[in-house]
């Protein structure tokens, strides 16, 4: 590829070629750009394959949760057979297979405060593929601080969104949410639902924008937000400009935010042996919780409902937090902290039920 393609990628990407807007030096841009997708899952994974096919030649994959069968409904990068793999894998095998011209960097973690400078700073621009707001505003004020373009995206039951943020330093996404909502006021396909369909739209325009960034060609969804009604079959885009009062992100709000403390369940495990006695909150639903829990839980409250019966959960006790992967249980974290309970008396269970499962106990039901 140094001196041009190949007669093999010739063939393969014929298509493109034939494109004006693309041709051989567009395709070699395309073989020579990186994006990294936060998320493979819903969003992630028509992104992931519509990259890989057009020939983005580094793709990083960036998630910490494995494969259940009711992911299989939306997020088609996986497969039946991909049931208890991690995500990363399962998405870098389909990618494998798909076109060997790209390379794979697989980051099994989620995002955080504490990575997500070194993660996003090795890759050309970002897509969002979350499914909830506190990594979407840590995207947001990472690439910002490092000058990177990212796209978002957003799914619920039938309504969809899309947009292209600090793209030629143009606006963010503080710009159009410039805080976000209470966690109670915040759930995720999971709580809500999702028509299956939805996540392949919105994650497949993401990957045009993101596309068309490299190739530099076409009008870019800077400062207008697309909104899409699945449900009547009607698109509509949104105007918004910077807000030039703001403060930008810099590396270091990033990495100085108050935060609640991470335990793994080995860990919690380890210090329950040595008589460590935490109030144990499971912010899971009813029906969830009558799958599997974990021994010891104190009480039990939806995290949506969290807001109306915060005098029932101990300010003078640690507390750990736990839900099935650990998102929903990291919004109730934030949201206690916010509301005035200590961040060092605050814990979120890394990983969930599905990290218990995997590394504490193999018989608990992973769902």
Not at 19 to 28: A, I, K, T
Not at 266 to 294: C, M
């Amino acid at each position: 590829m140094a001196n041009g393609l190949s007669r093999e990628q010739r063939d393969r990407y014929a298509r493109h070629l034939a494109l004006p807007d693309v041709g051989e030096d567009g395709q070699l841009s395309l073989l020579k750009s990186s994006v990294l997708v936060v998320g493979a899952g819903g969003l992630g994974s028509p992104a992931i394959l519509y990259l890989a096919a057009a020939g983005v030649g580094r793709i990083g994959v960036i998630d910490f949760d494995s494969v259940s069968l009711s992911n299989l409904q939306r997020q088609v990068i996986h497969s039946t057979g991909s049931i208890g793999e991690s995500k990363v894998g399962s998405a870098a095998k389909r990618i494998s297979g798909l076109n060997p011209d790209v390379e794979v960097i697989e980051i099994e973690q989620r995002l955080t405060n504490e990575n997500a400078i070194g993660v996003i700073e090795n890759f050309d621009l970002v897509i969002d593929g979350t499914d909830n707001f506190e990594t979407r505003y840590l995207i947001g004020d990472a690439c910002e601080a490092l000058g990177k373009p990212w796209v978002f995206g957003s799914i619920h039951r039938f309504d969809g969104q899309v947009s292209s943020f600090n793209y030629n330093n143009g606006p963010n996404y503080r710009d159009l949410f410039p805080e976000p909502p209470p966690a109670e006021l915040a759930p995720n396909c999971a709580e809500a639902g999702v028509l299956g369909v939805l996540p392949g739209i919105v994650g497949t325009i993401q990957a045009t924008e993101a596309i068309k960034m490299i190739l530099g060609v076409g009008e870019i969804l800077s400062g207008k937000l697309l909104t899409i009604d699945a449900r009547n079959m009607e698109m509509r885009a949104l105007s918004f400009k910077s807000d030039s009062t703001r403060k930008r992100a810099s590396l270091v709000d990033i990495e100085q935010k108050t935060r609640f403390s991470e335990i793994s369940p080995l860990e919690f495990v380890n210090r329950s042996k040595e008589g460590w006695s935490p109030f144990l909150l499971d912010v899971r639903r009813s029906d969830e919780e009558e799958i599997v829990k974990l021994e010891g839980t104190d009480l039990r409250i939806q995290h949506l409902q969290v807001h109306t019966r915060l005098d029932e959960i101990p300010k003078d006790q640690e507390v750990v937090i736990y839900c099935r992967v650990g998102g929903r249980s990291a919004a109730v974290a934030r949201f206690l902290v916010e509301s005035g309970w200590s961040s060092g008396n605050v814990y979120n269970l890394s990983g969930g039920i599905h990290e218990w499962a995997d590394t504490v106990d193999s018989s608990i039901i992973k769902y």
